[in-house]
């Protein structure tokens, strides 16, 4: 009656060099403002998570977009345990809470438009939604950046094959509600 939804995820992988095991989704026009508990406040990796902290975070979709000279999937957080996503108009929102393993990202783009030929950042259009993902694991970024690869050690590689699982609870956000 409340609205609340538990989404249990399983994912079984069953291929190496995955390069991330989630779900992606579609949130409504005019989600913008964004609260999270989990490792920030800038983006963050598994194999680069040290440099940033476990806390409460605020920010903007808009603001979560990197913009590297080639658009890629970006602004990735770690050890995600709670997110709030909001109207700013309306206050109407989601909230996400987490049980298990879980990264996010939230970006006015969708994977599909980084697979475009857009060379710059100012060559992408943001969408109206927001899309989000809600990731067990990313392959980590390794260390190639700066010349000869040597690639991402093993350890933060995405499994190939067993069973991972999460549950993401999600409950609406209703700025009219009295009873709380």
């Not at 997110?83 to 987490?98: A, C, R």
């Amino acid at each position: 009656a409340s609205g609340q939804i538990d989404l249990k995820a399983q994912y079984m992988p069953a291929t190496a060099e995955l390069r991330r095991i989630g779900l992606e989704m579609c949130f409504p026009k005019g989600f913008e403002n964004v609260e999270y508990y989990a490792r920030g406040p800038w983006e963050n990796y598994v194999d680069r998570k040290t440099g940033s902290y476990l806390g409460r975070y605020t920010s903007t979709v808009t603001d979560m977009f990197e913009p590297y000279p080639h658009p890629q999937t970006m602004g990735n957080r770690e050890d995600l345990r709670e997110l709030t996503l909001t109207n700013p108009e309306t206050g109407y929102g989601i909230k996400v809470e987490t049980a298990g393993q879980v990264a996010f990202s939230l970006l006015h783009h969708s994977d599909a438009a980084f697979n475009k030929t857009a060379l710059h950042p100012w060559d992408l259009a943001p969408a109206e939604f927001t899309y989000a993902h809600f990731d067990y694991m990313q392959r980590g970024l390794g260390n190639g950046s700066c010349g000869q690869q040597t690639g991402t050690i093993s350890k933060y590689h995405c499994p190939s094959s067993g069973t991972y699982t999460y549950t993401l609870r999600f409950s609406p956000l209703d700025p009219t509600a009295t009873d709380i």
